[in-house]
């Protein structure tokens, strides 16, 4: 396991380690593998700072038509579903948890509400996510809970609060 605990952004390539157990070590949070991996590239990550000085994220999804999500989400309609954009979210939360030191399994544990109020569709660039570390818990049970936005070409179009993602080990997870 390499300590990247003090870098404040991370590559591709990095969250292909985290997905593939390299990056926090064995039995914590790893990110989805790709189709399922939402982001290209995590290009801030703070302790401090966004609207609630505990804690700031900004990531990236490069868009491109062929993404497997437009051929069949919906047929001559292509759109990205809005859940792959919110299971984003989750994933991220559940990333800093896991560079704040943190150590289990991440699992989504919901939110409070979300508004859809454009759609992302093949013609589109880039993704921008940004969260705001709204809570920190750090018990036998680590849970983070943020808000998100998700920009399209720099364009607001969704939004969600009070995302809950909580970090499990064998002691607190029997199943």
Same mark, same amino acid.
């Given at each position: ?19 593939? *157990?390299?990056?926090? !070590?064995? +039995? ?13 590239? %995590? =290009? ?48 991220l939360l559940g990333f800093y948890l896991a560079w704040a030191g943190l150590k289990g399994r *991440?699992?989504?544990? !919901?939110? +409070? ?13 880039? %993704? =921008? ?8 818990i750090k018990r036998s049970l680590s849970m983070v809970i943020g808000n998100g936005f998700l ?25």
């Open positions: 396991m390499n300590d990247f605990t003090h870098k404040n952004s991370f590559s591709f390539d990095d969250l292909i380690h985290c997905a593939q *157990g390299n990056l926090f !070590g064995e +039995g914590n949070a790893r990110l989805p593998m790709p189709n399922m991996l939402m982001i290209s590239r %995590i =290009t801030k990550i703070h302790n401090s700072g966004g609207s609630h000085s505990l804690g700031y994220i900004k990531a990236e999804l490069d868009i491109n038509p062929d993404l497997w999500f437009f051929k069949c989400h919906f047929e001559n309609d292509p759109v990205m579903p809005g859940c792959l954009g919110l299971d984003a979210m989750w994933q *991440g699992r989504a544990l !919901g939110c +409070g509400e979300v508004k859809f109020i454009g759609e992302i569709l093949p013609s589109h660039k880039l %993704i =921008t996510y940004e969260m705001n570390i709204k809570k920190l920009y399209v070409d720099s364009k607001l179009i969704y939004t969600a609060s009070d995302l809950r993602v909580g970090l499990f080990t064998k002691s607190n997870n029997k199943s």
